[in-house]
């Protein structure tokens, strides 16, 4: 089955910075790549997805990219907010929602 | 319109003992998921209903586990006997196909097995 591997665990960033956050999967079926974001004491939230037939995809300050032939996809958050503060989660699936597997989470800190 | 709703959101018991969470999806959606997340791991899907029919349970440990959407709308998950090693959150999410992919989750129950 699918297995997804994600980087860092753990990012503490300064208001204004950037964030990347990078993810690798293993099963080239894949098509389908989410990002949810976690707050604490909630269910995750989807923040933006994008599909194998496309390299990049963006929605104002969150950005995704994806590398097929490489097998990995990164979220790149910028002029982060601490409002941003979170754990973010990547998933991969072979169709839409069908077997989705997520990736351990990355704790994201943004200091004020 | 309303959120998936979970219930209880908070639940101890004792190993050995039973338990049940209640997940009702949003309006209209098809597909309905339990997921499992130990902590500081990322979700875990124990099972997927489409309706009121199981699309896929591979993970979900059928000798203590069992789950039913009866009439395709909510849904329950038990456990039975509890083990330690049950202690976690159960996220129910919900998603209409004709959406594409996002899944919708509840708030989570959060199981603490001692």
């Known amino acids: 089955g699918e297995n997804v591997e994600q980087h860092p665990s753990t990012l503490s960033v300064q208001e204004g910075d950037s964030a990347v956050i990078k993810c690798t999967y293993s099963?080239?079926?894949?098509?389908?790549f989410p990002w949810y974001k976690q707050e604490l004491g909630k269910g995750p939230q989807l923040i933006i997805d994008i599909r194998s037939n496309v390299g990049e995809k963006k929605d104002q300050r969150i950005a995704v990219t994806l590398n097929k032939t490489a097998k990995h996809f990164s979220l790149h958050i910028t002029e982060t907010q601490p409002e941003d503060s979170a754990v973010y989660f990547c998933?991969?699936?072979?169709?839409?929602?069908?077997?989705?597997?997520f990736g351990a989470g990355t704790r994201l800190t943004v200091k004020p | 319109e309303a959120g998936v709703a979970q219930s209880p959101r908070y639940k101890i018991i004792e190993k050995r003992q039973s338990v049940a969470f209640w997940c009702n999806p949003i309006?209209?959606?098809?597909?309905l998921y339990w997921y499992q997340q130990i902590l500081g791991q990322g979700p875990k899907l124990l099972i997927q209903f489409q309706n009121n029919g199981v699309v896929d349970d591979s993970q979900l440990p059928k000798d203590r586990f069992s789950a039913e959407r009866l009439k395709g709308v909510d849904s329950t998950l038990k456990i039975q006997p509890a083990k330690l090693e049950d202690s976690a959150v159960y996220l129910c999410a919900s998603s209409s196909t004709g959406r594409g992919g996002e899944l919708f989750f509840g708030e989570g129950s959060r199981l603490t097995v001692l």
């Open positions: 099963d080239s079926a894949s098509n389908y």
């Open positions: 309006s209209g959606h098809a597909t």
């Open positions: 998933a991969a699936s072979i169709t839409y929602n069908n077997d989705m597997r």
